[in-house]
């Protein structure tokens, strides 16, 4: 199983970064996908989540409206375009798979800094 997530780097505030997390090892189109951040000095949060077949996503408060979460089931990827982006958006971001049968797969996160 593997979660490869690529995209993260330097961007000024107000800029835009998408996120990719290309997944193989497992039946992706049966795992709801989320991406959650981790700052340092503070916990684990999740961002964004989108279920199975791409029909439901949710968003945590401060990104909503300025982050979008996709899939494409037939690319085995799931994606996070950002944009305003805040320095407070600044956090190594994961991707994360979770089945309804408990089966629970994280990536190794790509960071994220938003900086002038």
């Known amino acids: 199983v593997q979660l490869v997530e690529s995209g993260g780097g330097l961007v000024q505030p107000g800029g835009s970064l998408g996120l990719s997390c290309a997944a193989s090892?497992?039946?992706?189109?049966?795992?709801?996908m989320s991406w959650y951040r981790q700052a340092p000095g503070k916990e684990r949060e999740l961002v964004a989540t989108i279920t199975n077949a791409g029909g439901s996503t949710n968003y945590l408060d401060s990104v909503n409206g300025r982050f979008t979460i996709s899939r494409d089931n037939a690319k085995n990827t799931v994606y996070l375009q950002m944009n305003s982006l805040k320095p407070e958006d600044t956090a190594v971001y994961y991707c994360n798979a979770v089945s309804s049968a408990g089966w629970n797969f994280w990536g190794q996160g790509t960071q994220v800094t938003v900086s002038s």
């Open positions: 090892g497992f039946t992706f189109s049966r795992f709801d």
